[in-house]
């Protein structure tokens, strides 16, 4: 069953890697190869998503064919018809960010792109193949420390996911996961009114998913400092979570 997934996200993964190599050498070149190659992943990951569950999402062929052909179609279809929970927010910054990687493929040669813009799309399409697929995050204890400058936006992302994924794991375990309400918002809230959080923490956690989020749609990177710090809190608050729902 694992080499099944990986084989469907593998061409995805291949141009993700592709991208990373680019970006982390960071010249005006390089940054631009790098966001070509993260859209072309982006793409084809959804394209590979919906014809992989086609039956399972209810979409006809005809429906498939037309939402593969143009890229705004491909990410409407992704909209109407998803087994994972993926923000407006998101969808939106997909389309801005293609929306750039069409000025530098087409006008190229004087277009000049940001780091930090590379960045925000590198991590937002890392999660997207992540929840599409299925695959699981590292554990944040075999995380590298510090990550290497061109993923540790991603760090963030990563935590909150694994901790996205322990709470609703816990409350569904429990019966008391309210799936209409699948965003962590919600389960950090359920959480600090289970007190299986505290209040200061609750509201450090919204802090960062705010972060999280200004990361991937709005390519606000924190400084490298403070990436470190978010990073640490969120590894000692995981292995802290672990603890008490475990104990639960």
Not at 46 to 62: A, D, E, F, H
Not at 185 to 203: F, V
Not at 234 to 241: A, E, I, V
Request: aromatic residues 10%; without cysteine.
């Amino acid at each position: 069953m694992k080499n099944n997934k990986f084989l469907w996200v593998k061409g995805s993964l291949e141009l993700l890697n592709h991208a990373k190599s680019h970006l982390k050498e960071g010249n005006e070149f390089d940054l631009r190869q790098a966001m070509i190659s993260i859209d072309n992943a982006v793409e084809l990951a959804i394209k590979t998503y919906l014809i992989k569950n086609r039956r399972t999402l209810g979409i006809g062929r005809n429906e498939l064919n037309n939402a593969t052909k143009k890229f705004p179609s491909l990410i409407d279809s992704l909209e109407d018809h998803n087994l994972i929970d993926i923000s407006d927010e998101d969808l939106d910054a997909i389309e801005s960010y293609h929306k750039i990687r069409n000025n530098l493929y087409h006008e190229g040669i004087g277009i000049t792109i940001e780091k930090n813009v590379v960045e925000a799309y590198f991590t937002l399409a890392n999660d997207l193949i992540i929840r599409l697929f299925d695959i699981k995050v590292k554990d944040p204890e075999i995380l590298t420390y510090p990550l290497p400058e061109y993923l540790e936006p991603y760090s963030i992302v990563a935590y909150l996911n694994i901790i996205e994924s322990l709470l609703k794991n816990n409350y569904t375990d429990k019966g008391i996961y309210d799936f209409t309400k699948p965003k962590l918002p919600y389960l950090l809230k359920l959480s600090r009114d289970n007190n299986l959080i505290q209040i200061e923490e609750y509201q450090k956690l919204i802090d960062l998913y705010s972060i999280r989020n200004n990361i991937v749609h709005n390519a606000e990177i924190p400084s490298e400092e403070k990436l470190h710090l978010y990073q640490d809190y969120l590894m000692k608050f995981l292995n802290k979570l672990k603890s008490k729902i475990k104990m639960d």
